[in-house]
Each structure stands twice: as structure tokens, then as C-alpha cells.
């Protein structure tokens, strides 16, 4: 039975009430859901906090998904991307004294993205593979716009194409295209910059 | 210069083409024809260079592990079971015997009673127990008497050849009765006197005030008295007369 299937099954046995179908979803997308918003929200608690009211939102809306409509993953994806952008909208005011000074999170150690970049006299090639260059690109992810961030992780972290990325985001695949490629521009100046003030 | 042609192709048509070039999916003639107009281009080049670096920059960050209780913590706050799996085949004798049973009753009975709990159900399951609570005070069964019955081998065949007894002498009972009955009637038929005859019969159906035929008799007679009546059954004087003026 193909993976489709599989989950379709799942959540129509979901929505009698079989709580086992239910564990069974949870299992299956509680780390994509929390990877997508500790990316988002940058911070670890946040994250588990957003992932347990996207799977309460979903638990309580899950008859409204249409198995016709699309892909179970992609409503997924518009029901995460939704609450973390209303998360967004009502943490704004606590963001506008963030820098890039700010401390990081609980899965980064609590160092300033300047520091952490000081430590590396290593080129780009090799910093890639680096711990500490994956916790100085989470920095300045968090710097970016909601739209190129979303776009970029949907992208680039969750491995979506851009038809499912513009059903979960209601945004014409050009757009997706164009805030992908803003936001990786965006990104990599942003790294550049910073590593230019650091040496 | 986005207007600009470096190598047959217009920055326009490079920058619709970027995205495809990132993904490596351009054909091998369309691919160098993009990256030597990103070569020369002074504009273009540079946002190749940082699209493309971008790209691997994200590429460097790998999945972070969710907390520990993160599952667990979200059934409990969904289903409010820590997990399906364990309460069906995990160990139940470390579970407290009422959080089983809440598990079990979210299991097993939560989701039929989700299903009934619609209104057009529940006006069914209204219908059906008050049919049923009538049905019992009508036979004169009352909820005392249920919790006294015993289910013991012996009590359920003492109850059976009882309730049969009961059957079989209620029965007898009716028959008796009805016997009887049909006997009194045939003594009956035999002490009351002969049917009056018809014509006497006639008689009393004229006196009864109750019949249409009297009642038609009273229409007539209620005639205008003035108005002569040639009557339907003519005197035997005028018949005469008649017959024989006729014959002269």
C-alpha cells in the first residue's frame, strides 16, 4: 500500500475515534512539525510548545481535511505554517530588541552569532560541515522576513516541492520560486556580512 | 542592466531561469548558456553566487531531535492517554486500575458513543427507553424485582418449570371458562321460547318508531290533507263501478 494511502486510511480511522491511528500520525510527523517550527520560532521551548498546538489543531480539525484536496503533508504544512505565523504576529513586539547578539537557543550553545563565528578561521567549504556553522545559520535564518523564511525552510529543510509549497503557503509557485531565491540571497549576504565584521 | 545580452541571453530570461539552474534541472546547452551569462554579467553573476550560496549554507543544517516526552505529551494533551500502544499491549499491572479503565473506555467505548451522541440518535434512544420503561410498568416488572433474580443453575430451571406452570394453568384456567360459557348459551337456546313469526314480526318492525318504512308511512300521511290522493290500492265500491261502466 503506498504511503498515500496509508495515511489516508490513518486519518479516516482517525476521525472514528481510533486513538491508535491517531499515535500513529503523531509518530509519523512530530519531528517534521517540530523541526519546522524550532526553525521558525528559533527557539527550543517555543517549539515544542507550537508543535503540541499544531497537533491539537489538527486533532480538532482533522474531519475538515479533504483527502481529494491534496496531500495529507501539505495541510500538514498549511496548519503549521498558519499557527506559527499567528505565533509570529503576537511575539512581534518581544522581537524588536533582538540583534544578532541575542543569545541562541536551547539546542545552540549560548553564544552571540559574532562569537560563534569568530571561532571558525575555516573557509565556507569546510565550515559547512561544522556544527557551529549549522547553529550560525539558525541565527540568521531567524533574521530573515517570515515570507523568505518560511519559503526557504518549506524549501530547503523540509524538502517540499514548489506545487506543495504553494498550496501550503496559497501563494503561485512564481511567488515560492521568487521568495526562495530572495531568501537564500538574503541569507547568504547576511552570513557574509557578519563575517566580514567578525574579521 | 537587466536588459543586457551576454552570451545570447537577456537578464530577464536569466532570471527566470535561476531557479532551475540551482536545481540542476536546465538541459547541459541551456546550463552553459546560464553560467557564462553569470559569468560575464556583473549583475546577474553576483546573484547566482549568493542564491547558490544561500542553498548550501541551509543545506548544512540537519534535523534537530525533538524532546524526549514530546509524543507522549502530545496524545495527553489530544486524547488524553499517554499512548494507545501501551494501554492495549503494555503493562497493565504498573497502570492504575481506573486510569485502564479511562483508557480502555477512551479506546473502546468513546468512539460508538461519539457516533450516538448525534441528535437524530438520540431522539431514537429517547424513543426506545421510554417505549421500554412503559413496556416494564405495564407488565408490572419494577427494578427490585431484577436485582432480586438469581442466576444460579438451578434458580434459572426452578424459574423456567415455575413460569411454565404458570402458562400451562393459566391456559387451563381460559379453557375452563370457556367451556363453560358455551355450555350456559346452548342451555340457553334450548329454555328461550321459538322466533316469532314473520308476519308478527312485521307487525312489531311497524310499531317500532325506529324503521324508514314507518317513517316513509308518515311522510305520506303528512300530505296536505286537501289534495286528493288517487290512491295506489283503489276501493273494491269504485273498482266495481269502473268495470262495470266499462262493460256497458
Known sequence: MEDAQVVSLLVRRCTTGDAAAWEEIVQRYHRRIYNMCYRFAGSADDAQDLTQEVFIKMYRTLKSYDVD??????????????????HFRKTKHDRITDSLDSPASEHEDALPLSEQIADTGLPPDARVQSHETQRTVHQ?????????????ILRDLQDMDYREIALALRVPEGTVKSRINRGRAELARLLQRTYRQVM | MPEETKHGMQCPEFDAMLMD???????????????????MCPSCGPIFAEVDAGRLWLKSIEEVEPPVHLVQNILASTTGISSARLALGGEPSQTPLSERMREWFDVWIRPGFTAVRQPRFALSFGMIFFSFSVGLSASGLKAKDLAQISLRPSAVKHTYYSTQAKVVKYYENIRLVYEVESRVNQVKRVITPAEPAPAEKQQNRNNDTSGKPEQRQERNSSRDVNQPVLASLPSPSVTMATLSWRLV
Open chain 1, 69 to 86: 484536496r491534496g496531500a495529507f503533508l501539505t495541510w500538514v504544512t498549511t496548519v503549521t505554517r498558519n499557527l506559527l505565523v499567528d
Open chain 1, 140 to 152: 540568521a535564518l531567524l533574521k530573515l522576513s517570515p515570507d523568505l523564511r518560511e519559503a526557504v
Open chain 2, 21 to 39: 539552474a540551482i536545481d540542476r534541472v536546465l538541459s547541459s546547452a541551456q546550463q552553459a548558456r546560464f553560467e557564462a551569462h553569470a559569468r
